[in-house]
């Protein structure tokens, strides 16, 4: 049997559960986003890397244990540092295994953890994570370790559990920090509710300090802040050095950051009006809150369904606020949310409706544009809108397969993505000719038509 057939997959926890089970239990984390060398071993039989790349920094940092030297039977051989532990799959059949974390000298400080399950790893998305967490340090270590698809909700968790910014590739978390961190913020805002509420006045303090801005409004001031924090007067995509980038940060990082505190704010004033009343009362005892407590649940149920809901349905609407603003900032001429034909309805035309269905061969120039914050199987509903137009989909996605991106370019589709994820090599991006930077998509197809367009 080999060494890769003895994990055994079976029914299990969901991933979410395993994610808040390991942040519970672990002193300190190490999460990685996967490269694509890291997932590769465990897809193609040709390549030469064995395991997942550990940065040398972490690997001495004090989470792994120490390396030792391995007798070799040439004493004039280079040197090879190795440690073996013990690491537990969940995901898999949930019992130790031993895995090697190795050094070899010879390749300067190209260090690897291998001996892993490879059916863990053989279908991940780019832009996936490994996340492992130290159980324990004595009398011999042992560690948890989970495989988070980049396509799933799991990912998205453990983006908000570890508040991880849009460009973070590797790094150490301890968990007790996190949540203190997190008790804080809460502990904060609950002395102002409880104020409120003991006042008599949690309604319009609710409407002042917790009320979610509409996605405009909340797009809006992510960009001021963007302005504000790289000392620009607009977001014209001519003028900023990498305008992909730049529309990934306001989107996936200033934006969300915005979100998340509203949202907090919201769901707990929420949940203080539900259990509690609008109206202060003179004694509250325990009897009272767990009387509300079970009789509200399924309002609070809701209210939890809702949050959820609500942070799947702003990224899309984000988005396309941030490329209209961006498109405007440059004085590039468009129609947003144009009637094409029956049922189809593209997110921006370049330069407009009456443009592109010209009987004139400067026509031709005109595109459809459309924006999407996660493609998934969606990409295929904005082909069905090109007709014979020149369409372009711009994305903040990391997770696109090579396969997927090849599929695109069969129909015609072009892919428009943040400067930074081209070459990343997170990401299968690099060498599809339908994938363009938003810089390149800005210099090399717009600014050479604005002309024909005026």
Not at 93 to 100: L, N
Not at 155 to 163: I, M, P, S
Not at 366 to 379: N, P, V
Not at 397 to 403: L, Q
């Amino acid at each position: 049997m080999s060494e890769q057939s003895e994990f055994l997959f079976s029914d299990r926890a969901s991933d979410t559960d395993l994610l808040l089970a390991l942040f519970e239990k672990a002193d300190r984390l190490f999460v990685k986003k996967l490269s694509n060398n890291d997932r590769d071993w465990a897809r193609f039989e040709n390549k030469h890397q064995a395991g997942i790349y550990v940065p040398h920094e972490y690997r001495d940092g004090g989470f792994f244990p120490a390396l030792e030297g391995k007798e070799r039977s040439d004493p004039d051989a280079s040197e090879i540092r190795e440690r073996f532990f013990g690491l537990v799959w969940p995901q898999a059949s949930g019992e130790p295994k031993e895995t090697r974390l190795v050094h070899y000298t010879s390749k300067s400080q190209e260090t690897h953890l291998t001996r892993l399950p490879k059916a863990l790893f053989s279908g991940l998305l780019p832009a996936s994570f490994l996340v492992m967490g130290r159980i324990r340090s004595e009398p011999e270590p042992l560690y948890e370790c989970l495989a988070i698809d980049s396509g799933s909700d799991d990912a998205a968790y453990l983006t908000e559990l570890l508040a991880l910014e849009p460009d973070f590739t590797v790094g150490e978390f301890d968990p007790t920090e996190i949540v203190e961190e997190e008790r804080e913020r809460i502990l904060d805002f609950a002395e102002q509710v409880i104020a409120a509420w003991l006042a008599g006045d949690i309604i319009p303090f609710a409407a002042h300090n917790a009320a979610m801005p509409n996605t405009t409004d909340l797009a809006g001031m992510a960009r001021s802040q963007f302005l504000e924090r790289h000392g620009l007067a607009t977001l014209n995509p001519f003028e900023i050095c990498n305008p992909g980038d730049a529309l990934r940060e306001i989107s996936r990082s200033i934006e969300w950051d915005l979100f998340r505190e509203f949202q907090r704010r919201e769901r707990a004033v929420a949940l203080v009006r539900i259990v509690m009343g609008d109206d202060p009362v003179t004694t509250v005892g325990a009897t009272h809150v767990i009387r509300r407590l079970v009789d509200e649940l399924p309002e609070i149920d809701r209210l939890m369904l809702s949050a959820s809901q609500q942070r799947k349905s702003r990224a899309g609407y984000s988005y396309e606020h941030h490329i209209e603003a961006m498109l405007a900032g440059g004085g590039i001429p468009f129609e947003k949310q144009v009637i094409i034909e029956a049922r189809k309805r593209p997110d921006f035309i370049l330069p407009s409706l009456e443009f592109i269905n010209a009987k004139k061969p400067e026509a031709e120039t005109g595109l459809i544009l459309s924006a999407k914050t996660t493609l998934r199987e969606r990409w295929k509903q904005v082909e069905r809108e090109k007709g014979k137009r020149a369409l372009f989909l711009t994305t903040v996605d990391e997770n696109i397969a090579s396969n997927v991106i090849e599929d695109m370019a069969s129909f015609g589709v072009h892919l428009v993505i943040p400067e930074s994820l081209k070459d990343a090599k997170e990401t299968e991006y690099k060498g599809h000719t339908n994938v363009l930077s938003f810089r390149e998509f800005c210099d090399d197809v717009v600014q050479p038509s604005m002309g024909k367009w005026a």
